[in-house]
């Protein structure tokens, strides 16, 4: 037995080469997602949390029960096993391009229709679409006249319902200036102090769903800018392309994809152009 699993047993679990190697596997079915070697801990930490509340003595039995498709437990180990890290204006660069560029280039090109879609894919706790809510708020003077919408997608069901409530801790918002935040955030008080919640001005213009991006996609309209950012490093090689080949698919001729500065399709699909860091274009 290795010193990790040494480490587990005293812990309260033994955790064998042969349990990580199966959880693994589990997750890679149920996400897509490749856990390397130095994930080992985050798996036992945040699995054995799941054995404790299932009252359950062994990892073996637990791979059992996911592998046997137990519908409400897969959802918990989905929950258990990914990251949710995010921030509003994280990477704040690509909402300068989306204020200053991409929005008055979209005003004048879809006077026609007035409609504007945005995908959020890997929402977690919402952040990243209130923050689009609030460029577009601010970005369209006439806003109400147009046909405006953003999907916001995650895996995790637990984040989404933060995300859907709209309610932060005051650390969470300190990178968000005070003239926008009085103007989208209501502050908190009693036992809400410390805590604050977005406007329903903001919230009404996204749809939080939950959607597994290697499953089939139940969206029928196609988008104008999609929003996937530090989601596909968590993937294989094989999985990015397939993923970045989907989201050609559904974005409109000329339509953008802003995805994380570690990510890039370009070594993987002929369907991008690089535009701006981090920034592309579908080209064909």
């Not at 969470?172 to 406007?199: C, D, M, P, S, Y």
């Amino acid at each position: 037995m290795n010193h990790l699993a040494q480490k587990a047993r005293r812990q309260g679990f033994e955790f064998t080469d042969q349990d990580f190697n199966r959880l693994r596997e589990l997750v890679y079915q149920h996400t897509g997602i490749r856990m390397a070697e130095n994930r080992r801990d985050l798996i036992y930490g945040r699995l054995s949390r799941r054995l404790r509340a299932l009252n359950m003595h062994s990892f073996g039995d637990y791979c059992k029960l996911i592998e046997n498709g137990h519908e409400d437990e897969l959802e918990a180990f989905t929950n258990a096993v990914t990251t949710n890290l995010t921030a509003f204006f994280r990477e704040a660069h690509h909402f300068d391009y989306l204020a200053d560029t991409l929005l008055p280039e979209l005003l004048k090109r879809k006077q026609a229709n007035q409609r504007i879609r945005i995908w959020s894919a890997g929402c977690s706790t919402g952040e990243e679409p209130y923050t689009l809510a609030m460029i577009l708020r601010e970005s369209i003077p006439d806003i109400h006249n147009w046909d405006v919408r953003i999907l916001a997608t995650d895996l995790d069901s637990e984040v989404l319902a933060k995300a859907t409530a709209g309610i932060y801790e005051q650390q969470n918002i300190q990178q968000i200036l005070g003239e926008r935040l009085k103007r989208w955030f209501h502050k908190g008080t009693g036992i809400h102090k410390g805590k604050a919640k977005v406007l329903p001005q903001l919230q009404e213009l996204i749809s939080f769903r939950k959607l597994n991006l290697m499953e089939s996609w139940p969206m029928k309209g196609s988008f104008d800018i999609i929003f996937c950012r530090n989601v596909l490093i968590y993937f294989d090689k094989p999985t990015q392309k397939k993923l970045f080949d989907r989201f050609a698919g559904i974005l409109n001729p000329k339509g953008h994809l802003f995805i994380g500065h570690s990510e890039s399709p370009l070594d993987l699909t002929s369907h991008f152009t690089l535009i701006g860091q981090s920034i592309y274009q579908r080209s064909k």
